[in-house]
């Protein structure tokens, strides 16, 4: 099988689910068996599981070291990994390990721990993100959350399970226009 057919056919795939497996820390999922769903995964050649979409809800990782490596032990091609689900577990920022997966588009960080709005700036970099879960962390708290979120990721079309209408758009341009102050640039003057 080619990487064009990979990609058409692996989006109908399930995903591979490890939620609700108490996982502590990414290398654990070496070692734990994936949830078993209604439909089988694919496999390769190797033996890897053909999907795109991976599901790491409901456990308590608090952070994502080694995540890169245990993925690619984990799936055929992870770099076209599309969906990552890390919603509820102890997670207080955002990796910039995430940002490595440039054909993501969906992405549930939901029922974290997230302390700063700032943590968003980071997805900013990723091309075909288009739905996006934040709420349920601290930083929901925060004044002009949902504008701060669209100014900074406007090709998102989904943000906490909302559809992101025109206005939206628009309430968070003036948002940006009365809350972020343009970055200043210094001239220097010559003196003589």
């Known amino acids: 099988m080619n990487k064009r057919d990979y990609m058409n056919t692996s989006v109908q795939e399930p995903p591979l689910d490890y939620s609700f497996r108490s996982i502590h820390v990414t290398q654990d999922l070496l070692s734990e068996e994936p949830r078993t769903g209604l439909r089988p995964l694919r496999h390769s050649k190797s033996g890897k599981p053909m999907t795109q979409s991976l599901w790491l ?45 440039f054909n993501l588009s969906v ?49 998102i079309t989904t943000f906490d399970f909302s559809g992101v209408t025109k206005a939206d758009r628009t309430t968070a341009e003036v948002w940006k226009r009365m809350n972020i102050k343009p970055k200043k640039v210094r001239v220097k003057h010559n003196v003589s």
């Open 57 to 101: 809800n409901n456990n308590v990782l608090n952070d994502l070291r080694d995540f890169n490596h245990v993925v690619s032990q984990l799936l055929e091609h992870p770099e076209n990994l599309a969906w990552i689900d890390l919603s509820f577990n102890d997670l207080t920022c955002i990796d910039p390990i995430l940002t490595t997966f």
């Open 107 to 155: 992405l549930y960080l939901h029922g974290n721990s997230i302390q700063h709005l700032g943590e968003v700036n980071k997805l900013a970099v990723l091309p075909r993100l288009r739905s996006l879960t934040l709420h349920g962390n601290p930083i929901e708290e925060e004044k002009g959350y949902r504008q701060y979120v669209l100014c900074t990721l406007p090709r």
